[in-house]
T-cell receptor, first 114, second 114 residues
Framework: NAGVMQNPRHLVRRRGQEARLRCSPM?????VYWYRQLPEEGLKFMVY????????ESGMPKERFSAEFPKEGPSILRIQQVVRGDSAAYFC????????????FGSGTRLTVV | QKEVEQDPGPLSVPEGAIVSLNCTYS??????FMWYRQYSRKGPELLMY????GNKEDGRFTAQVDKSSKYISLFIRDSQPSDSATYLC??????????????FGKGTKLSVKP
């Protein structure tokens, strides 16, 4: 069981570039969640997806951020025209069901915008 | 008032001490309560979970929930240097809709000195 796989582990982008973060959920998990962790801050919910559907994007910034979870392949969090304030650790989690206790998290992608 | 408040610490204790970690919350709709442990540069891992009020014990760890006071605690007995990590409380409401999303505290950084 490989767990939740995120890549890349570290990503450096210049201001104005695009960042693409990938997440492969645990085997058998069809629910994916993205969280952002800013320095000295807790984890903040961004978006919840199931295969081919965005279920809840109430935590996503209105502009430049998008997410998808296609029928085949990993979930992608895309940040267009990155700014320094986007520098953070982005965590993906997955679960087998919507309910239950907590999720399984990946090790995160640390995005640095220079 | 933030939905979930958690003292960020840092908290430093000698090996063998009893550690008490706490969170308060304001949303009376929260029903599921969890504690995650996060080592440096790693993703959070689920440590303990409880539903509604009550206590739950697992080895050296005890989780308590007092819904009347909107207060949850995690106790660590006989603390070990390997317990040094950031501990995040998390909670959510009933399944479905945004109530199902996990809301995290900022985390308390714990250091156990040998």
């Amino acid at each position: 069981n490989a767990g939740v796989m995120q890549n890349p582990r570290h990503l450096v982008r210049r201001r104005g570039q695009e960042a693409r973060l990938r997440c492969s959920p645990m085997k058998g998990h069809s629910h994916v969640y993205w969280y952002r962790q800013l320095p000295e801050e807790g984890l903040k919910f961004m978006v919840y997806l199931q295969k081919e559907n965005i279920i809840d994007e109430s935590g996503m910034p209105k502009e430049r951020f998008s997410a998808e979870f296609p029928k085949e392949g990993p979930s992608i969090l895309r940040i267009q025209q990155v700014v320094r304030g986007d520098s953070a650790a982005y965590f993906c989690a997955s679960s087998q069901d919507r309910g239950g206790y907590g999720y399984t998290f990946g090790s995160g992608t640390r995005l640095t915008v220079v | 008032q933030k939905e979930v408040e958690q003292d960020p610490g840092p908290l430093s204790v000698p090996e063998g001490a009893i550690v008490s970690l706490n969170c308060t919350y304001s949303n009376s709709a929260f029903q599921y309560f969890m504690w995650y442990r996060q080592y440096s540069r790693k993703g959070p891992e689920l440590l303990m979970y409880t539903y509604s009020s009550g206590n739950k014990e697992d080895g050296r760890f005890t989780a308590q929930v007092d819904k009347s006071s909107k207060y949850i605690s995690l106790f660590i007995r006989d603390s070990q240097p390997s317990d040094s990590a950031t501990y995040l409380c998390a909670m959510r409401g009933r399944d479905g809709g945004s109530q199902g999303n996990l809301i995290f505290g900022k985390g308390t950084k714990l250091s156990v000195k040998p």
